[in-house]
């Protein structure tokens, strides 16, 4: 019997190369929810192609056009938050991929997280705003929460087995130090957008891309790891490694150090997610170690990657500043994609927002949120 999947963000380049591994893995999956924010053509195309029980499009402005372009009367399309939530919900999906970018994962992960739906994890932010509220609801619920992102597949990897926390001596995400590894910190001030969409070694969405010119991304990862595997902030390490071949390790007590090698391609933590505790063939090209030649490591430079430090004292105060660093971020990184800041004034109006920040809220659902309003009204006004 094939399993029914639901793609929450499926027009964006995560949903993209889930539903090329759907295929691939065809007849295994049934796509019975897809979603996107504005993007009716993709999403109408996906419609015809995969026939959902459930669509939904987040500009609820769009939904008559969506409507027209479909014309797939088996489908049923819906608009608004409410209609995403539905899709993650409703739609009968086994297992929801949530792949919508930023904080308005949350809700319809959450949803899904209640409704005991099992979950393949790319919307990070969801986890480092409300890490305690998700893994609790997934513990009450039974739903099993199985990471996408590439570092935290191959850490999940690692652990199989899953050794005592005692045993573990470090968790050590890889990075690949995105595209100003190399440039001096007294050049910061002349990045312009083009330079920081420019990624050496990945083809993702605009917010991520520049989260990891800035390395928040790894800030990000270093809270969802966290959560995810109960690992206290002390034992996770960050090591850049610009070849984004070993896609993260585990060190244990005894000195054995475990890694998770493959192909620069998010269709194989796609798949796993997927097919878990199985695994099908290889979705991409196999990875050639000859061809590779070297595997380089080096050290952060923490003082020119400042979004580091921001995460990690964020996640050990823990509360409500995760969520306030996450959208104090995505403030920041919108304001420099609309040309509104420079690339170097991220990490200053994160920093003015995490200084301000007065916790008058407990780490609820609600708190949660409204921390999220207040730190992204700050960031809107903070001068960089
Ligand atoms: P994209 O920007 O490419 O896609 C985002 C998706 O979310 C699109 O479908 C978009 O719809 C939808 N979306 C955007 N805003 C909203 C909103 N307010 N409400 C509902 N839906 C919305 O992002 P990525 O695919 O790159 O990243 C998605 C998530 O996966 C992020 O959390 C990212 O950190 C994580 N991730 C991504 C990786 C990658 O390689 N790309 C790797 C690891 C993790 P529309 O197309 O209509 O705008």
């Not at 295929?23 to 897809?34: A, D, N, Y």
């Not at 902030?233 to 005894?254: A, G, Q, R, T």
């Amino acid at each position: 019997m094939s399993k029914k999947i639901a793609i929450l963000g499926s027009t964006g380049s995560i949903g993209v190369s889930t539903l090329k591994v759907v295929q691939k893995l065809k007849p295994s999956f049934q796509v019975v929810g897809l979603t996107a924010n504005r993007n009716v053509k993709i999403l109408a195309q996906q419609i015809k192609t995969f026939k959902p029980k459930l669509a939904a499009i987040m500009d609820e402005s769009l939904v008559a056009e969506l409507k027209s372009l479909v014309k797939v009367t088996s489908t049923k399309i819906l608009g608004g938050e409410e209609g995403v939530i539905a899709v993650s919900g409703e739609s009968g999906a086994d297992m929801v991929l949530t792949a919508i970018v930023g904080a308005a994962g949350l809700k319809p992960t959450l949803t899904a997280i209640q409704k005991g739906k099992d979950i393949a994890l790319a919307n990070k932010e969801t986890m480092v705003m409300a890490g305690e509220v998700v893994t609790k609801a997934a513990k009450k619920s039974g739903s099993k929460i199985l990471p996408v992102d590439s570092e935290h597949c191959a850490v999940f990897q690692c652990l199989a087995g899953e050794p005592p926390l005692h045993e573990i001596h470090k968790v050590i995400l890889t990075a690949s130090g995105g595209p100003f590894r190399n440039l001096d910190q007294k050049q910061f001030h002349k990045i312009t957008l083009k330079q920081a969409l420019n990624h050496p070694t990945w083809r993702m969405g605009p917010k991520i891309t520049i989260d990891s010119a800035t390395l928040m991304n790894k800030g990000l990862e270093v809270i969802e790891a966290h959560f995810l595997f109960n690992i206290p902030f002390e034992k996770i390490d960050i090591v850049i490694h610009p070849e984004s071949i070993v896609h993260s390790l585990v060190e244990f007590i005894d000195g054995s150090v475990l890694a998770q090698l493959g192909t620069t391609d998010m269709q194989i933590p796609i798949q796993y997610a997927m097919t878990y505790p199985a695994r099908a063939n290889a979705p991409v090209k196999r990875l050639d170690l000859c061809q590779t030649a070297q595997l380089n490591f080096q050290k952060p430079d923490l003082k020119k990657f400042q979004c580091v430090n921001l995460a990690y004292e964020a996640g050990k105060k823990g509360g409500t500043f995760p969520a306030v660093l996450n959208a104090a971020n995505e403030v920041a990184v919108s304001r420099f994609l609309n040309g509104e800041i420079a690339f170097i004034s991220i990490p200053k109006i994160i920093d003015k927002v995490l200084t301000k920040y007065r916790p008058l809220t407990n780490g609820t659902l609600d708190g949660i949120l409204l921390a999220d309003r207040w730190a992204r009204a700050e960031a809107a006004r903070v001068v960089g």
